[in-house]
Each structure stands twice: as structure tokens, then as C-alpha cells.
């Protein structure tokens, strides 16, 4: 899931666009399968591992994949929206997402389904970071705020609805698609985002003199992709020394890239971004947040799916309090709660979290095989209703200290750091759940991955007081 603010470059166009009510509804249309298919797919797992086979780091693929390849995909798809062009990325990237899907839904077996997943990611990447340029550009100032009224309710409302539909699609296994549903239904949205795009979208202006940085592209994407797939299949390899090697090699890489991106003319990440502290706690923030919440969100289904003996629709019901608590949250954070409390929103929002994933952890070491959904209401609402505390004023906060000139990059760069989190998230827990769980079973080795949990969120707590007291003034969506 998505949730900082798209790509900050473009200016709001100076009278409105003739068909500016459509572009935000594409706009919609992209970020809502990208958020649907983040959440349906971590539901999925055991269904497909069931079909079409595959190892119990398969399930951790499943998400990784599109996770890491969105992350990588994001540091470069934003600047060549500024070489190429903000309308044909976007194009590309949706009719791509509705043929990658089709092709995730058709996947013989589990090595397909992951290869294609990573250009389902790849195309997400391609054209979540354009939507915003589009509709600064389509819009004229006095309406862009009413704009993005919509967005927020919407997205919130996928955020819970999208489980409940992809448990019914998998359960009902409708002309024997079972979970192969929840990415065969992307196809005839692609097909009608696309063609939407195609004739409703306007023109965004080059930016003069946009180039790409290759080396630092190719070193970012060596850099994580190597050390992912060493966390992911360490133990199922049985961790041989030349997997610590492949894990040394890539930090390696991050360094090489950070030493290539000061030095280079046209870097993808602005290298002055990381001279502010406040930026500087925000990543480290945003990494141990999503590292906690989008792993221990995977431990969650996995548990009641293969730990409890949940059907896939079940799983989804039995995670709505969750979904709904997080709407609950960020509206009241959006609207209320972050513009008093500043900062202090994400300590408040911190220790509801805490509480709610605390727990979770006491409950599901208690339980066994046939427990209901009603034990686990209680700790995913308020552990929903932190998180969503969190999520509206975060992205704002941490971009407070930043220049106008360095929004757009430091935006861009949230995200990917978001993306690439919860891939690390889904390697870190998952194999640590893994390996627990011969000698303790899934409830004991849910209660474990909780506490692990709880010291990553317990990290975030004492960086947010590292952040800026205020979010900037100037904010226009998330």
C-alpha cells in the first residue's frame, strides 16, 4: 500500500481542464489496484501455494516481488516521467499492470507467478509516481484542494473492502479460478484505465534538461535485490557462507551508490536530501514502520490461515477491524488530530499501535485450532486505529524541513524507502516466523515474531522525536 504523497512536479494548470474530474478518476483507479493488490496478494499465499506448490518462502515471494520491484522501480520511473513524458509512463505503466496481471493470473507454476509479479511491480512503479503532475495540471489552484476530497475516503475504503472482496473471489472460486481471481480482476480495470488515459489524459510539459543516472539505477536495484533474496532464502538454503557473502556484497553496493550519486551530475536521489536531520530520522522512521507493520501483516494471515485453519474469506472478515481502524485513524489524524499535535500524533498513534500488536501477541499464543475471529477484533482495531494515526500526517512531517526544490525528490524517495520496508518486512518476519516454527508451532512462533515486532516500532518511537515539530503548510495530497 501506497501512502505517500505521489511525485510532487508539475504546476497547477492556470484555467481548468475540460476533462479534469476523469484524470483524478484514472488517478483513483491506478493507486486503488495498487493498494488491492498489495493486500489481496498477502491473503493469497497459502491458497496458492496449495495450487500450484512451491516452498514456504514462496509465500514471503509472493509479496516481496511486487514490493521490491515497485520500490526500485520507483527511483527511476519519476525521472523518466520528466524525460519521457508524465502521460505515455502512465499509459505504459497501466495497459503493462493489466497485461502483468493477466499473466500472474495464468501462472503454471509458483517461479512464473513470482517472475511476473516482479513486473506487476516494475509497471505499478511506472505509473503511481505520474498521477499527481496530471491532476496539478489539469486543475486550477482554487479547485485542487476540493480535488482531493474524494481520495482519502476512497483509498480508505479499499484499504477494507479489498480483502473481503479477495477472500470471496478465492473461496468462490468462480469457473475454477480460485485464487488466480484476485489478478484476472485487474485485467478489465487495466483495460479501462487505459483506454481512459489514453483519451482523457493531458500533456505534462518535459522538464528541460531531465536526465537519467544509469550506474546509480542499476546499482540501487543490485543493491536490494541481492540483499532480499539473501534474507529470503537463507534458511531455506541453510544459510552457506556464500549467502553472507551475497548480504555483505550489496551493502557493499549501497555504499558504492552513495559515493556514485554525489558525484554525478543527474542523481536519482538528491544527494542534499540527506544533509537535513529531521529527513535523515524520517527514513529511519518509515523503515522500521513498515519493516514491523507490512511483515507482522503477513505473520497475521498466515497464522489464522494455516495456524487457526481460516478459509481465505474468513481471514479477510476476520481482518476488518483492522482495515477499519485504520480508516477511523487517519481521518481523525488527517482532520484533527495532526494539525493540533504535530509530531506528537505519531507517538500517540505509536503507543495505540504498540498496545494493539502487544496484544495480539498474547492472544495468539493462546490460541489453537478453532478459535474465532471475535479473539483477534479487539487487538487488529486498535493496533488499525494507531497505524492509521500514523499514516495521514507522516509523510508531511518528514518532508517539512525540505526546500520546494527538493519535495519532489524526497517524495519519491519516501515512497520507494516505504516499498522496499515492507519487501524487508516480508523477508525479516517471514523467515524468522519459518524458523520458529518447527519447535513452536504457529501460535508460539506468532508470539515471538510479535515481540520482534514491538522492538522495531519501540526503534520508531524514539526517532519521531527526531522529526520536525509541524508538518509543512503547503501540503496537497496523500
Not at 507454476?109 to 509516481?129: E, K, S, Y
Not at 491532476?135 to 474524494?150: D, G, N, R, T, Y
Request: hydrophobic residues 55%; contains cysteine; glycine residues 12%.
Amino acid at each position: 500500500m501506497s501512502t505517500a504523497p505521489l511525485e510532487a512536479v508539475g504546476t497547477p494548470a492556470p484555467t481548468a481542464y475540460r476533462y479534469r474530474w476523469l484524470v483524478m478518476t484514472v488517478v483513483i483507479i491506478a493507486d486503488v489496484m495498487d493498494l488491492i493488490d498489495g493486500t489481496v496478494a498477502q491473503l493469497a499465499g497459502p491458497s496458492i501455494r496449495r495450487d500450484i506448490g512451491g516452498s514456504e518462502t514462496t509465500l514471503q515471494w509472493i509479496l516481496a516481488a511486487y514490493t521490491l520491484a515497485f520500490a526500485v522501480g520507483l527511483i527511476t520511473s519519476a525521472r523518466l516521467g520528466d524525460i519521457v513524458g508524465r502521460r505515455p509512463m502512465f499509459i505504459i505503466g497501466m495497459a503493462g499492470f493489466a497485461v502483468s496481471s493477466l499473466a500472474c493470473g495464468l501462472a503454471p507454476n509458483a517461479d512464473a507467478l513470482i517472475a511476473f509479479r516482479v513486473l506487476q511491480g516494475l509497471f505499478g512503479a511506472t505509473m503511481i509516481p505520474q498521477g499527481l503532475a496530471m491532476v496539478k495540471q489539469s486543475f486550477p489552484p482554487e479547485e485542487l484542494q476540493k480535488a482531493f476530497i474524494p481520495f482519502g475516503p476512497i483509498m480508505g475504503l479499499s484499504a477494507v473492502l479489498g480483502p473481503i472482496l479477495g477472500g470471496f473471489l478465492i473461496d468462490a472460486d468462480i469457473a475454477g479460478t480460485g485464487w488466480r481471481a484476485i489478478f484476472l480482476i485487474n485485467v478489465p480495470i487495466g483495460i479501462v484505465g487505459a483506454v481512459l488515459s489514453w483519451r482523457y489524459l493531458p500533456q505534462v510539459p518535459k522538464v528541460p534538461g531531465a536526465r537519467l543516472d544509469p550506474l546509480g539505477s542499476l546499482l540501487i536495484t543490485v543493491g536490494c535485490a541481492g540483499l532480499i533474496y539473501a534474507l529470503v532464502q537463507g534458511r531455506e538454503l541453510g544459510w552457506p557462507v556464500w549467502l553472507y557473502g551475497v548480504i555483505v556484497a550489496s551493502l557493499a553496493v549501497f555504499v558504492v551508490f552513495v559515493w556514485s550519486e554525489q558525484r554525478s551530475s543527474h542523481p536519482i536521489i538528491e544527494p542534499t536530501l540527506f544533509t537535513h536531520r529531521g529527513f535523515v530520522a524520517g527514513v529511519v522512521f518509515l523503515s522500521t514502520f513498515f519493516v514491523s507493520m507490512v511483515g507482522l501483516g503477513l505473520v497475521m494471515s498466515l497464522f489464522m490461515q494455516l495456524g487457526l485453519g481460516f478459509s481465505a474469506q474468513h481471514a479477510a472478515i476476520a481482518q476488518t477491524p483492522y482495515a477499519l481502524g485504520m480508516s477511523i485513524g487517519a481521518v481523525l489524524s488527517g482532520a484533527l488530530l495532526g494539525p493540533k499535535l504535530g509530531r506528537h500524533v505519531l507517538h500517540l498513534g505509536l503507543a495505540i499501535t504498540i498496545a494493539g500488536v502487544a496484544w495480539f501477541g498474547l492472544v495468539a499464543g493462546g490460541l489453537e485450532h478453532g478459535a474465532s475471529a471475535w479473539h483477534l477484533a479487539g487487538p487488529f482495531l486498535v493496533a488499525g486505529l494507531g497505524s492509521g494515526l500514523i499514516f495521514a500526517p507522516l509523510f508531511d512531517l518528514i518532508l517539512a524541513d525540505l526546500g520546494d526544490n527538493e519535495v519532489g525528490s524526497g517524495s519519491g524517495l519516501l515512497n520507494a524507502v516505504q516499498q522496499f520496508s515492507g519487501a524487508l518486512g516480508v523477508a525479516v518476519l517471514g523467515t524468522l516466523f519459518f524458523h520458529l516454527l518447527p519447535a513452536h508451532g504457529f501460535s508460539l512462533s506468532t508470539r515471538w515474531v510479535t515481540w520482534a515486532t514491538l522492538a522495531c516500532y519501540a526503534v520508531s518511537f524514539l526517532t519521531a522525536f527526531l522529526l520536525p515539530l509541524k508538518a509543512r503548510e503547503d501540503a496537497t495530497a496523500h
